[in-house]
């Protein structure tokens, strides 16, 4: 079945670390991917995509995501976190069709 | 501000009462969703609409209608409350299919 994996369901990060949101995807062909941002109470905002070319994609907010085909991957990373970047994050993907799986979510704490 | 406009934004409702969450956009989007966040679970499309006059079901569209008479309005119809169904319900949209989409704030939907 196809699926969107998010190993870690929690994280927590220092202020002013590195942050790095792992996402996994099952699928035979190269889906277009996505990760979106979900702030308490509000809904989800897209903070990058990608549909092909590049394999580093920039986003909003200082994000940046890799996509690795071999390692069937698309993980989030931001060099430097802050204290506003704590949220709930979630991978998603298109594979057929117009039906967008999403992962489980990982929520990002950020300690100061 | 263009965006997706939800209602109501909460809602107590008894079992087998019968509830109509609203959407509307004005962002001339062909494509429309409709899906519901539990926790651990992340989001699960209920159903689809990929133009007007059209609709789909997505993963989990068991109990739930919906119509697509236009562009901007896209309602969600719980024909029978039942305490499953207590949830939060997002609405999205997107240009066209396969497109990145975008999200209205959401309905907290308490089923007793």
């Known amino acids: 079945a196809q699926s969107v994996t998010q190993p870690d369901i929690h994280i927590t990060v220092s202020e002013g670390a590195s942050l790095e949101l792992r996402c996994n995807y099952s699928?035979?062909?190269?889906?277009?991917l996505f990760w979106y941002v979900q702030s308490p109470g509000q809904g989800l905002q897209l903070l990058l995509k990608?549909?092909?070319?590049?394999?580093l994609v920039q986003g909003i907010k200082g994000f940046e995501a890799e996509f690795k085909r071999s390692q069937s991957s698309f993980n989030l990373r931001k060099p430097s976190v802050h204290w506003s970047d704590a949220a709930e994050y979630f991978c998603?993907?298109?594979?057929?069709?117009?039906?967008?799986?999403f992962g489980a979510g990982t929520i990002l704490r950020v300690k100061s | 501000i263009a965006g997706i406009t939800q209602a109501p934004t909460s809602q107590i409702l008894a079992a087998g009462r019968r509830m109509t969450l609203r959407c509307t956009q004005d962002?001339?989007?062909?494509?429309m969703y409709w899906y519901r966040q539990d926790l651990g679970l992340g989001l699960r499309l209920i159903h689809y609409?990929?133009?007007?006059?059209?609709?789909g079901k997505g993963e989990v569209p068991d109990g739930y209608s919906v119509s697509r008479a236009n562009t901007d309005d896209f309602p969600l119809t719980l024909a029978s409350a039942v305490p499953s169904q207590t949830s939060v319900y997002f609405c999205?949209?997107?240009?066209?299919?396969?497109?990145?989409?975008?999200f209205g704030d959401g309905t907290r939907l308490s089923i007793l």
């Open positions: 999205a949209s997107s240009p066209k299919v396969n497109q990145p989409q975008h």
């Open positions: 699928y035979g062909a190269t889906p277009y």
């Open positions: 990608y549909f092909s070319g590049d394999t």
């Open positions: 998603a993907a298109y594979a057929y069709g117009n039906k967008l799986v």
């Open positions: 962002m001339r989007h062909n494509a």
């Open positions: 609409s990929n133009t007007a006059g059209t609709t």
